[in-house]
T-cell receptor, first 112, second 115 residues
Framework: DADVTQTPRNRITKTGKRIMLECSQT?????MYWYRQDPGLGLRLIYY???????NKGEISDGYSVSRQAQAKFSLSLESAIPNQTALYFC???????????FGPGTRLTVL | GENVEQHPSTLSVQEGDSAVIKCTYS??????FPWYKQELGKGPQLIID?????GEKKDQRIAVTLNKTAKHFSLHITETQPEDSAVYFC??????????????FGKGTLLTVNP
């Protein structure tokens, strides 16, 4: 969905490097999410945020941190990347009271 | 926590045939069950959802059925077309504060519709 953008779309990095993935949305939604997708494992929730001051851990938050800089921006950081963090990362948004989540196009991250 | 099993992992059908994807969930408190479609190179997109107080829901060629007793739900696609080829994910959610924001996804089914 063009209303949810992610940068970069692809990133190759080395073990130990700090990486930031960014998500922006123009949908006016208050809730934002970060998911990780691994082949054969579906999508797993890393962090979610209900507004700028409300950030919560998801199912697999270890090794990740997030920042909600504004209602429209939600960043995911890997402080010290490791190879098993190689995956496809999706940002999603939703509006309070509406269950549908809108996903960005994804960022493919490779950690060597 | 909730666990969602999805079968089959791959499904190949001929154009015009029907396709059925099945999911089971573990937590009887789950009350919202969406299905997402992910096309190649894109993020998942909601195609249909069902709440636990409804047994079946239809939207043109797609339908979802829910059996709360058995804790399973299924996606049915009729008259399949090549553009239906994608990965399909089921999910389950336990409501909190009146909304279902925390989704537990199945592992996905790669559907291929052969012309």
């Amino acid at each position: 969905d063009a209303d949810v953008t992610q940068t970069p779309r692809n990133r190759i990095t080395k073990t130990g490097k700090r990486i930031m993935l960014e998500c922006s949305q123009t949908k006016g939604h208050d809730r934002m999410y970060w998911y990780r997708q691994d082949p054969g494992l579906g999508l797993r929730l890393i962090y979610y945020s209900f507004d700028v001051k409300d950030i919560n851990k998801g199912e697999i938050s270890d090794g990740y941190s997030v920042s909600r800089q504004a209602q429209a921006k939600f960043s995911l950081s890997l402080e010290s990347a490791i190879p098993n963090q190689t995956a496809l990362y999706f940002c999603a948004t939703s509006l309070t009271g509406i269950n549908e989540q809108f996903f960005g196009p994804g960022t493919r991250l490779t950690v060597l | 926590g909730e666990n969602v099993e999805q079968h089959p992992s791959t499904l190949s059908v001929q154009e015009g045939d029907s396709a059925v994807i099945k999911c089971t969930y573990s937590d009887s408190a789950s009350n919202y069950f969406p299905w997402y479609k992910q096309e190649l190179g894109k993020g998942p997109q909601l195609i249909i959802d069902i709440r636990s107080n409804v047994g079946e829901k239809k939207d043109q060629r797609i339908a979802v059925t829910l059996n709360k007793t058995a804790k399973h739900f299924s996606l049915h696609i009729t008259e399949t077309q090549p553009e239906d080829s994608a990965v399909y994910f089921c999910a389950a959610s336990i409501g909190s504060g009146g909304s279902n924001y925390k989704l537990t996804f199945g592992k996905g089914t790669l559907l291929t519709v052969n012309p």
